[in-house]
């Protein structure tokens, strides 16, 4: 398909363990973006790509979160240590420059 | 502090009627806009967007009001489906265009249009 790829699709895993999640954006969008939505919020911006950069890591709610992005495409964010309060939707997004952002269905992440 | 605001957490319609979701902004650096609708297990999908220059943008039966003197923006829908049953989100960003840095987000008003 053409659009952003996200995986897997839903993750329950146990307090304390690491987990990885995975944005296959949309080809030729330059830019990158993770967001979360927590129960019953909106959306939170986590961090964003531009190439393999990331000019704005401002939304990374602690340094257990962290994300890389390699060959200007597939973008990996990690949680280390993972806590209850982990637990969300977690949203890839990517866009050209200056066009709206593309979303994938997201990964439902369970911190037992 | 939440600077994009929908104080209406859902809104219930009658089929064929309109729609109107509202959103207010705090910060007067946002220059660009946008509505994304949201299904439920799904990612949201883009809807609208405006631009600071303009107070209106309209694309079928969509219809985005800017009113930058109010910090205030409102989608309309004409008429309302049943298939426009989502969650709506309001997003604004503080450069043209998404990619220039991030959006930042409402809480969402989930709308129900019932037949």
């Known amino acids: 398909g053409a659009g952003v790829s996200q995986s897997p699709s839903n993750k329950v895993t146990e307090k304390g363990k690491d987990v990885e999640l995975r944005c296959d954006p949309i080809?030729?969008?330059?830019?990158l973006y993770w967001y979360r939505q927590s129960l019953g919020q909106g959306l939170e911006f986590l961090i964003y790509?531009?190439?393999?950069?990331?000019?704005?890591k401002s939304g990374l709610p602690s340094d257990r979160f962290s994300a890389e992005r390699t060959g200007g495409s597939v973008s990996t964010l990690t949680i280390q240590r993972t806590q209850q309060e982990d637990s969300a939707v977690y949203l890839c997004?990517?866009?050209?420059?200056?066009?709206?952002?593309?979303f994938g269905p997201g990964t439902r992440l369970t911190v037992l | 502090d939440q600077q994009v605001k929908q104080n209406s957490p859902s809104l219930s319609v009658q089929e064929g009627r309109i729609s109107i979701l509202n959103c207010d902004y705090t910060?007067?650096?946002?220059?660009?806009f946008l509505w994304y609708k949201k299904y439920p297990a799904e990612g949201p999908t883009f809807l609208i967007s405006?631009?600071?220059?303009?107070d209106k943008n309209e694309d079928g039966r969509f219809t985005v009001f800017l009113n930058k003197s109010a910090k205030h923006l409102s989608l309309h829908i004409v008429p309302s489906q049943p298939g426009d049953s989502a969650v709506y989100f309001c997003?604004?960003?503080?450069?043209?265009?998404?990619?220039?840095?991030?959006?930042?987000f409402g809480k969402g008003t989930k709308l129900s249009v019932k037949p």
């Open positions: 997004a990517s866009s050209k420059p200056r066009n709206e952002q593309f």
């Open positions: 910060n007067s650096m946002f220059d660009y």
């Open positions: 405006i631009s600071s220059i303009k």
């Open positions: 997003a604004a960003s503080a450069s043209y265009g998404g990619s220039q840095g991030n959006l930042i």
């Open positions: 790509f531009q190439g393999n950069s990331a000019p704005d």
């Open positions: 080809s030729g969008h330059t830019a």
